[in-house]
């Protein structure tokens, strides 16, 4: 009998798994995919947004601004890349200044650090924004982090205090017991006192296995593409259009790796597995984004991709409990990845009314930091290499990672099993050649790490084999 099961592990559930970790309580975690924080987590705008966005009263305000403070604390325990470079939201006509205003009052009635700039300092801050631009709304503390590295962390921290994982698992029916609830998942049965469902854009289907009051929630689709890391200055700032009823609309956005993301979209699709992007829409975006800047270095980009939002017709976060001992994280979309430390410690506290919480005694709070030896001034470059020479043999050339990372990435707690897992760890593949040179070292580590043949080594899920057998004799 388990105390708490969480439905998925995305940035929701692993925050949730790892502020359990605090207490004397026994914590499942079963996520459907080979890793941790490979759906809506990993496929966002990763900003950590200030919280003037969310209309005043509602969930995603409560929650939004106290989040994005967090991640100060947050970061620093789990060693996370996190940049608080701040977010001006454009207006380039006297409509989106009205708008502008409306944001500014919800700023400040929900707390946070806001002001609006005219064009002479908006254009000493962002030299590179659009000329039509009127004027902008500052957040300072608004920040970007590393969502993949986020949740990993999360999970590896929640771990190392004895949270249990179960990957590959997915939950196919959850029954109400008398003292608890029966989970049932495509390889067994578990039983658990409570059950938090953070399954993302699949989180109506949870609700809808054991609460009488049906949800639903639509995916909503936001693409995306990725400029590579140069060397010219460019934006420094999240570049914001002015929202409309789709959302916050199109941003132009440093990454806490010195790639630009531009995107996202917002359109409603059928299907939750629905990821792929489209030349209408990306083109759509650069039109908007040419609305934020006037130069876009097309010839950078290296990447396109999408994630799904999971909208509740509320608008809002729904945080509720319809079933006594059963707690719903549902329509987590964004500012969700921002309020998530915020939406942990709410979850707590609805635990705590179901179970006692007694706190350990040994709880770490802190991970044990990556090595980054790109980061590393030379001596100590030479230091690391002295004591393995791993760390001196780089495996990816365009993001400057060795040997040493990848394998360390793999032996911890939620270590690496696939591809996709060493490049959301530690980086080998987001460069500009995606993995063309370093993908067919990582196969080999990993085959060597994991004691498998190379062609049994995932790209990401189960089955994605890259390479399937021997063309030719040894
Ligand atoms: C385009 C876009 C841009 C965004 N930008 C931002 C931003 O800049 N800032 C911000 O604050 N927020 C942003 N968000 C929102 C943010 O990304 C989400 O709120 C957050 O990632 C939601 O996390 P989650 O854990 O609820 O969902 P997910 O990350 O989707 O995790 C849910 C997990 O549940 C698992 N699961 C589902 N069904 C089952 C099952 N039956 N059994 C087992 N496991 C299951 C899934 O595999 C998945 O891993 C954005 C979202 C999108 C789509």
Redesign the pocket.
């Known amino acids: 009998m388990y105390d708490v099961i969480i ?7 692993a925050t949730i798994a790892r502020n359990l970790s605090r207490y004397s309580l026994r914590t499942l975690i ?4 080979s890793d941790v ?5 990993c ?7 200030a919280g003037y966005d969310p209309h005043p009263g509602t969930l995603k305000a409560e929650l939004n601004y106290p989040g994005h403070l967090m991640f100060s604390q947050l970061c620093k325990e789990l060693d996370i890349e996190l940049k608080r470079i701040g977010s001006l939201t454009i207006s380039t006509s006297e409509e989106e200044s009205a708008k502008l205003r409306e944001l500014y009052d919800y700023g400040i009635q929900n707390g946070c650090e806001v002001e609006i700039i005219g064009q002479q300092r908006l254009r000493e801050m962002e030299p590179f924004v659009t000329k039509k631009a009127v004027e902008a709304l500052w957040a300072p503390t608004a920040g970007i982090i590393n969502p993949f590295e986020l949740v990993v962390a999360l999970m590896e921290n929640a771990m190392d205090n004895g949270v249990e994982l179960r990957l590959e ?3 196919t029916g959850i029954a109400k017991e008398t003292g608890g609830f029966m989970v049932t998942t495509d390889k067994g049965e578990y039983e658990a006192r409570v059950v938090i469902n ?5 989180s109506g289907e ?1 609700n809808n296995m054991v609460s009488d009051k049906k949800e639903t929630i639509r995916p909503r689709k ?1 693409e995306y593409y990725v400029l590579d890391h140069f060397p010219a200055p460019y934006v420094t700032h999240t570049l914001f259009s002015v929202p409309s009823s789709k959302g916050k609309g199109v941003l132009v956005s440093p990454t806490t790796h010195g790639n630009y993301l531009i995107g ?1 979209s917002s359109e409603f699709t059928d299907s939750a597995e629905d990821k792929g992007t489209d030349a209408p829409t990306l083109k759509n975006i650069v039109e908007q984004a040419y609305r934020l800047v006037d130069e876009i270095p097309m010839q950078y980009v290296i990447r396109e991709f999408s ?4 909208y509740h017709d509320s608008g809002d976060f729904v945080i509720n409990s319809p079933v006594p001992g059963f707690i719903n ?1 549902l329509g ?8 998530s430390p915020a939406i942990g410690e709410k979850a707590v506290k609805m635990v705590g009314e179901l179970l006692p919480l007694q706190e350990k005694a040994g709880w770490n709070p802190r991970r044990r930091p990556l090595y980054r030896v790109n980061t590393l001034p030379v001596e100590k470059r030479q230091a690391l290499i002295a004591t393995n020479p791993d760390f001196g043999q780089m495996v990816c050339r365009c993001e400057q990672v060795t040997k040493g990372e990848v394998v360390d990435c793999i032996r911890r707690n939620c270590g690496a099993r696939s591809i996709k897992g060493v490049k959301k760890r530690v980086r080998p593949g987001f460069g500009k050649c995606q993995g063309g040179f370093c993908e067919p070292l990582i196969m080999r580590i990993l085959a060597d790490e994991l004691g498998r043949d190379e062609n049994r080594i995932n790209y990401s899920n189960r089955g994605s084999f890259i390479l399937m057998e021997k063309t030719k004799g040894e």
């Open positions: 439905v998925g592990a995305g940035v929701i559930g079963i996520e459907k995919n924080g490979d759906e809506t987590s496929a966002n705008s990763a900003i950590v947004h698992e997915k939950i953070c399954a993302g854009v699949a949870i936001g996202p994630g799904l939002r999971a994280m987590i979309q964004s500012p969700g990845l921002a309020s």
